[in-house]
């Protein structure tokens, strides 16, 4: 054990019979270096998103369709000194800022940036008809094709639950525990901490 926290957990015992509440106060102390210990190393990295999405299932203004600016930072927490002074995962894994932002950007400008997204089972989800041009009688259905920059999510996207998409990918694929905070507006945002297992991930509540 750390000898800090040794020294902290003695002088704690040796006040046991104290009412100053300086008991309770090391403790405090004790909970509080053990939290840092426990998180270790931390990076962050940060990307923009600018999205148009409704929830279907809402009875709001938020039901028809809208846009936003999103701000999306990961946080990889519980990570270990490794070599060179790079973060590394408990897996082994060094983690290395260039390509972790290429990932990151990737991803969100390929699933997420300047797309329509819905879910799917939104009935604005399915495909369009277009109409072949003749006489009235003779119009027939044409190729089915779908609103320009759909993206289909499996549920309502909400900004907490894109927070927990995006969270469940990067610790995926970084093999590490992940917070995804995303700010929908200046006043609105959320926060999503996903845990890596080793063969999958958890949403932690």
């Excluded at 939290?35 to 990307?47: A, D, F, S, T």
């Excluded at 983690?95 to 390929?110: A, C, P, Q, T, Y």
């Excluded at 609103?147 to 995006?166: F, H, M, Q, R, Y």
Aim: proline share 4%; hydrophobic share 35%.
């Amino acid at each position: 054990m750390d000898p800090e926290l040794l020294a902290m957990l003695d002088e704690a015992a040796g006040r046991k019979h104290s009412v100053d509440g300086s008991v309770a106060r090391t403790l405090e102390k004790i909970l509080r270096r053990y939290e840092e210990k426990r998180q270790g190393v931390r990076l962050k990295i940060r990307h923009n998103m600018e999205i148009a999405h409704r929830l279907s299932k809402d009875t709001t203004k938020c039901k028809q369709i809208h846009g936003h600016g999103m701000q999306v930072e990961l946080v990889f927490v519980n990570l270990e000194a490794g070599e060179l002074g790079m973060a590394r995962t408990h897996f082994g894994q060094t983690l290395e800022f260039g390509s972790m932002k290429r990932s990151f950007r990737n991803h969100i400008d390929s699933t997420y940036d300047h797309r329509l997204v819905l879910n799917q089972e939104d009935p604005f989800a399915g495909p369009i008809f277009q109409m072949i041009p003749g006489d009235e009688e003779m119009k027939q259905l044409g190729p089915q094709i779908f609103l320009p920059g759909l993206s289909l999510v499996p549920d309502e996207p909400t900004v907490e639950n894109l927070a927990k998409w995006i969270a469940q990918w990067a610790a995926d694929h970084f093999k590490t525990d992940v917070i995804c905070r995303i700010d929908e507006t200046k006043t609105n945002g959320a926060e999503v901490f996903v845990t890596y297992t080793g063969t999958g991930t958890k949403v932690m509540q």
